[in-house]
């Protein structure tokens, strides 16, 4: 006779084991995430195909690091899977895990949670607690910020660390924008404030190919990138921020900076001058100036330039605060030139000034950073009530 289960015996039936063509699929994948190494790879280079120089549908192999075209049959990334034994690899585009030449997608829980690093690498959330992180390789100590950048274009380097720590700027950058050149920026400023990077330090390579426009004068670095940035962009975030107007004869004149001149007489190679900024600036925007401010940015950008043909050093004394128009601004980063590169210093989320030279990284007093041979200021509004 045919035995029926009863309504408790049903729910306390014992479960069965998965089919063995599952229990392989999982085995397998674990297998193939043990083999990543995680010291090849690199997101910060160029996506692009290191047999065919394609630069669409690109895989990197998580064993190796290389950057491989498709994951069909007969594809870079196929064949590379064959004769190389190496069969884990990444979308750059999305982010997705495949398993060649089988063409499986990584769908085991575990496995997919040992990945998470890396899918987090390629697509870094943002962290602006000041705590600090550690490295996906050797674990090195580290702060979301506090990152540098390597490679030989300092005068850009210097501009994107000190848009990077424009609250207004990297907050917006959060969201995914259309433009391809506001693409590559927010994957570095994202990078920059990032709690799962490979390494402590960021590439900005990407983006600079992007503007293909080499120099070294970070006024010129930030004039090319942010015209570029804004023309770009669909919410005006650029010309809200930065973007301020003077009055010349009685026309309106936009500006994305200030600037003032710098000079000395020839007093002699080993003399010091100082001079106050404040008597500067009011010389040329004051009452009694040239031009008459009309609408203030909420950042300020403030060029110094410094005449070269007198050898007097000049150091112009800066304050940490100064009123424009009933508005106060504090001084919150400044770029200053060393030997033939450029050292960006500002102030971080915990209050105190860190210089950023190339990749190295280290905490400065802001009076010993007021002194150095200073050449862009970056001025912040102190919000009131009314604002």
């Given at each position: 006779m045919k035995r029926h289960l009863s309504d408790d015996e049903d729910n306390h039936s014992p479960q069965l084991d998965p089919p063995k063509s599952r229990q392989k699929v999982t085995s397998s994948q674990i297998v193939h995430v043990n083999t990543i190494q995680r010291a090849a790879l690199d997101f910060d280079h160029s996506h692009q195909c290191s047999v065919s120089l394609a630069t669409v549908n690109i895989y990197c192999c998580l064993v190796c690091g290389k950057y491989l075209q498709g994951s069909s049959h007969g594809s870079p990334?196929?064949?590379?899977?064959?004769?190389?034994?190496?069969?884990?690899?990444?979308?750059?585009?999305?982010?997705?895990?495949?398993?060649?030449?089988?063409?499986?997608?990584?769908?085991?829980e575990t496995a997919r949670r040992a990945v998470d690093d890396i899918a987090k690498s390629l697509n870094p959330p943002m962290q602006i607690d000041g705590k600090e992180s550690k490295t996906l390789i050797a674990n090195v100590p580290y702060i979301p910020g506090l990152v540098g950048l390597t490679g030989d274009a300092s005068a850009y380097n210097v501009i994107i660390q000190l848009l990077a720590h424009i609250p207004k700027i990297r907050d917006y950058y959060r969201h995914p924008r259309a433009g391809k050149l506001e693409t590559e920026f927010r994957f570095v400023i994202r990078q920059l404030w990032s709690p799962y990077l490979l390494r402590n330090h960021v590439s900005p390579h990407r983006l600079i190919q992007a503007v293909k426009k080499p120099t070294n004068n970070p006024i010129t670095a930030y004039t090319i990138l942010v015209n570029r940035l804004d023309k770009e962009n669909k919410d005006d975030i650029w010309r809200e921020t930065l973007r301020g107007e003077v009055d010349s004869a009685d026309k309106p004149i936009p500006f994305w900076y200030l600037s003032i001149d710098v000079s000395a007489p020839q007093i002699g190679s080993d003399d010091l001058l100082e001079v106050q900024f404040d008597e500067l600036f009011k010389t040329k925007y004051g009452e009694k100036g040239k031009y008459s401010i009309k609408k203030l940015p909420h950042e300020l950008l403030i060029v110094l330039n410094r005449k070269h043909d007198s050898q007097t050093r000049v150091v112009v004394s800066l304050p940490s605060q100064i009123v424009i128009k009933d508005h106060k601004y504090c001084l919150v980063s400044v770029i200053s030139q060393k030997a033939q590169s450029w050292v960006y210093s500002g102030e971080t989320p915990s209050g105190d000034w860190s210089t950023f030279d190339g990749v190295k990284v280290s905490q400065c007093p802001r009076q010993v950073i007021y002194l150095e041979d200073n050449r862009l200021l970056l001025w912040r509004r102190v919000l009131s009530p009314e604002d």
């Open positions: 990334a196929f064949i590379h899977a064959v004769e190389n034994g190496h069969h884990l690899f990444v979308a750059l585009d999305d982010v997705t895990f495949k398993i060649l030449p089988e063409g499986d997608t990584l769908s085991d």
